[in-house]
């Protein structure tokens, strides 16, 4: 059984920055790239960035590109999200994602889901 808990969601300021962590567990972490997607209230579940897992090549959207970085540690079976010069639209529930497919930003090509959690930014 695959676990993916997300961690390192809160308030901050706009211009501010957070990190977000996803520990994973369960099949081989590794192996596996990964995504961060978000949902803002009332909309729809956006892809925010994904990772290899082979190299570690990266995909952002443009509305983050610049702005956030996601990186991963297979060691600790960790991937992370920095985010850097948040604005006010950046507030959503952020979600880390697990898929079996090349570095995509479609949602279902991502098969497991962490819960979530919550990030805002006040203007």
């Known amino acids: 059984q695959v676990q993916l808990v997300e961690s390192g969601g809160g308030l901050v300021q706009a211009g501010g920055s957070l990190r977000l962590s996803c520990a994973a567990s369960?099949?081989?972490?590794?192996?596996?790239?990964m995504g961060w997607f978000r949902q803002a209230p009332g909309k729809e579940r956006d892809f925010v960035a994904a990772?290899?897992?082979?190299?570690?090549?990266?995909y952002y959207a443009d509305s983050v590109k610049g702005r956030f970085t996601i990186s991963r540690d297979n060691a600790k079976n960790t991937v992370y999200l920095q985010m850097n010069s948040l604005k006010p639209e950046d507030t959503a529930v952020y979600y880390c994602?697990?898929?079996?497919?090349?570095?995509?930003?479609?949602?279902?090509?991502?098969?497991?889901w962490g819960q979530g959690t919550q990030v805002t930014v006040s203007s």
């Open positions: 990772i290899t897992w082979r190299d570690g090549n990266t």
């Open positions: 994602a697990r898929s079996p497919y090349g570095l995509t930003s479609r949602l279902d090509n991502y098969n497991y």
């Open positions: 369960g099949r081989t972490f590794s192996s596996y790239n």
